[in-house]
């Protein structure tokens, strides 16, 4: 039950249909924790998903009270070397990793968006232990910027017909935009 924040449309006889489905994913995936997949049983709180859609999800809805729950289970589930788990809540410890490139980053790029979006710094605080902890469990075998080591499920992208895609790139990226800078101010 998130409210609307915003709406679009365009003369598009394709980009409505499209806006609308997106939507109606948002209200499907929507149900405690940011889900995946309702049509399968992927229901649980996926890090990944969340912060892929994060963007998407605050311009469609006012969605600052379901994330700053879901954060706070974010939190639950990291380790003490700042690892974050791939989904949170944990439902089964022993079918869940940590670590993984994309996934362990909500824990910086969800809170942050969230904070460009609203200019609410309480939940920023509240989540910066959190994202140092997880910028820091890479750069500390990472101290090169490249994310080459310490990594779990490392998914990549099982969609592809072939070859297999490089990870390095997407990992490496994943890294880079983590870490949450100051606004700029204009030149």
Same mark, same amino acid.
């Given at each position: 039950?998130?409210?609307?924040?915003?709406?679009?449309?365009?003369?598009?006889e394709l980009i409505n249909p499209l806006?609308?489905?997106?939507?109606?994913?948002?209200?499907?995936?929507?149900?405690?924790?940011?889900?995946?997949?309702?049509? @399968?049983?992927?229901?649980?709180?996926?890090?990944?998903?969340?912060?892929?859609?994060?963007?998407?999800?605050?311009?469609?809805?006012?969605?600052?009270?379901?994330?700053?729950?879901?954060?706070?289970?974010?939190?639950?589930?990291?380790?003490?070397?700042?690892?974050?788990?791939?989904?949170?809540?944990?439902v089964r410890e022993d079918l869940f990793?940590?670590?993984?490139?994309?996934?362990?980053?909500?824990?910086?790029?969800?809170?942050?968006?969230?904070?460009?979006?609203?200019?609410?710094?309480?939940?920023?605080? @509240?989540?910066?232990?959190?994202?140092?902890?997880?910028?820091?469990?890479?750069?500390?075998?990472?101290?090169?910027?490249?994310?080459?080591?310490? @990594?779990?499920?490392?998914?990549?992208?099982?969609?592809?017909?072939?070859?297999?895609?490089?990870?390095?790139?997407? @990992?490496?990226?994943?890294?880079?935009?983590?870490?949450?800078?100051?606004?700029?101010?204009?030149?």
């Amino acid at each position: 039950d998130v409210p609307t924040a915003g709406e679009f449309s365009c003369s598009s006889e394709l980009i409505n249909p499209l806006q609308s489905n997106i939507e109606w994913g948002q209200r499907g995936n929507f149900l405690e924790v940011p889900t995946d997949c309702p049509q @399968r049983d992927e229901r649980c709180g996926w890090t990944g998903d969340a912060q892929a859609f994060i963007e998407t999800a605050t311009y469609n809805s006012d969605t600052a009270a379901f994330f700053t729950k879901w954060l706070a289970d974010l939190r639950d589930t990291q380790l003490e070397d700042g690892a974050v788990a791939d989904v949170a809540p944990i439902v089964r410890e022993d079918l869940f990793a940590h670590a993984a490139p994309g996934w362990g980053d909500a824990a910086v790029i969800v809170p942050w968006t969230l904070y460009l979006r609203n200019a609410d710094r309480r939940l920023l605080e @509240r989540s910066l232990a959190s994202m140092k902890g997880w910028v820091d469990f890479i750069h500390h075998d990472n101290p090169e910027l490249l994310w080459v080591n310490t @990594r779990s499920m490392d998914y990549g992208d099982w969609l592809n017909i072939e070859p297999e895609s490089p990870k390095d790139v997407p @990992r490496t990226a994943h890294f880079a935009h983590s870490p949450p800078l100051p606004p700029r101010d204009p030149p």
